[in-house]
Each structure stands twice: as structure tokens, then as C-alpha cells.
């Protein structure tokens, strides 16, 4: 099956500083790749997503870049604030599925 | 904006005695998840369902756990003899349809925690 790695495990950046947080993946098959923000005691929440036949997507100051030939994918963080702590997950999925198969999370600590 | 609902948020339960997590999907939904997170521990896939079944269930969902829709809005979990190692968050989740791309939403989850 699939298998995501993730790193890295902790990050800890000054405030308007960029994050970059990146995952590896096996599965070449996997084409969905969504990144999860999860703050303490929440519900993961979907922050942005990417699919395999796109090789960059930003939202404001949030972006996804892929590499399918490499299998791995990042998450871009620009001009961090506090509210930007919280854990997050990358994820794989293959298409006829949406069985998610997560990384092992980053804890992104904005210092004010 | 609509929510995936769950309840309880927490439950404590005795090893061997059975348990019952329920889920409310995003009412429009039609595919429904179950994953889990020991703590500390990456989130896990442990079955999706559709059409009143199982679509697909990772090695993690073994005799001891089933899933059932009761009726046209909940979607429960049942542990029928919980062990120690089942003690995690459990999440509900749903998606509109299935297929490369179909976001997930997923629910506040439910800490189970096994004595």
C-alpha cells in the first residue's frame, strides 16, 4: 500500500518568516494530494489540495508544489503569523479512492 | 457551513465491553469514513462506506469493528470487545463523491479511551 513520509517532525520559524514542511510518497499511482491543518483538540481541516496533473497551486499565502517524477510534494508557507501554529498532515490518495494515507504530521510553532 | 457532527467527544470504556460511535455526514454526502489517530501517531484509514457498505477497510478494521447506517443521517462504529491498543481519536469523515480529488470532511472526533 501506500506510504507517506513526512519531515519534518517539528518546525519552529519567527513570525513572517516562510515554513516549508515536505512529503514523500511510494505509491506512483496516488494522483490526490490534499494538506491538512489540525490545531489542538480539532478536526483536521483541509488547506489546500493538489492533483497530480498540476504541478503548483497557491492560495494567498499557501502553497502546494509536486514533483511526480520524484514522488514527493511541500507545502509553502509565506509570511507566517502565530495563527499558523498547529499540526500539519500531508496526505496521498489513489483515484478510485479517496482513502486517505497521511504523513506522521509537523508541528509549525509561529514565535511572535 | 456544514459539519460533520460526532459524538460523544469522549468515551471511556472497561477492555472487552462494547462500544458505539456515532457520526452525523454532511447531509448531502454519500461516502462516509472512519480513520483513526493513537496519539502522537499518524492519522490511519480504517473503512469507507457507500450505498449501505463497505467499500473498503484497511487490516486496522478486523471482526472486532462494524459499521452500519442505521437510518438516513447516522453512521456508527461499534467495537464489540475493546482492547487497550484500541484507545485513540476516532474521526468520522464524508465526501460528495468518490474518485481523485473529492474532499474530505472530517468531524471533531471522538476519544476513546480503554481501561
Known amino acids: 500500500g501506500e506510504n507517506v513520509e513526512q519531515h519534518p517532525s517539528t518546525l519552529s520559524v519567527q513570525e513572517g518568516d516562510s515554513a516549508v514542511i515536505k512529503c514523500t510518497y511510494s505509491d506512483s499511482a496516488s494522483n490526490y494530494f490534499p494538506w491538512y491543518k489540525q490545531e489542538l483538540g480539532k478536526r483536521p481541516q483541509l488547506i489546500i489540495d493538489?492533483?497530480?496533473?498540476?504541478g503548483e497551486k497557491k492560495d494567498q499565502r499557501i502553497a502546494v508544489t509536486l514533483n511526480k517524477t520524484a514522488k514527493h510534494f511541500s507545502l509553502h508557507i509565506t509570511e507566517t503569523q502565530p495563527e499558523d501554529s498547529a499540526v500539519y498532515f500531508c496526505?496521498?490518495?489513489?483515484?478510485?479512492?479517496?482513502?486517505?494515507?497521511f504523513g506522521t504530521g509537523t508541528r509549525l510553532t509561529v514565535i511572535p | 457551513e456544514p459539519e460533520v457532527t460526532q459524538t460523544p467527544s469522549h468515551q471511556v470504556t472497561q477492555m472487552g465491553q462494547e462500544v458505539i460511535l456515532r457520526c452525523v455526514p454532511i447531509s448531502n454526502h454519500l461516502y462516509f469514513y472512519w480513520y483513526r489517530q493513537i496519539l502522537g501517531q499518524k492519522v490511519e484509514f480504517l473503512v469507507s462506506?457507500?450505498?449501505?457498505?463497505?467499500?473498503?477497510k484497511s487490516e486496522i478494521f478486523d471482526d472486532q469493528f462494524s459499521v452500519e447506517r442505521p437510518d438516513g443521517s447516522n453512521f456508527t462504529l461499534k467495537i464489540r470487545s475493546t482492547k487497550l491498543e484500541d484507545s485513540a481519536m476516532y474521526f468520522c469523515?464524508?465526501?460528495?463523491?468518490?474518485?481523485?480529488?473529492?474532499?474530505?470532511?472530517f468531524g471533531s472526533g471522538t476519544q476513546l479511551s480503554v481501561l
Open positions: 462506506f457507500y450505498n449501505n457498505e463497505i467499500s473498503e
Open positions: 469523515a464524508s465526501s460528495e463523491a468518490v474518485g481523485s480529488g473529492e474532499k474530505l470532511f
Open positions: 496526505a496521498a490518495s489513489l483515484s478510485r479512492a479517496n482513502n486517505l494515507f
Open positions: 493538489i492533483r497530480s496533473n498540476v
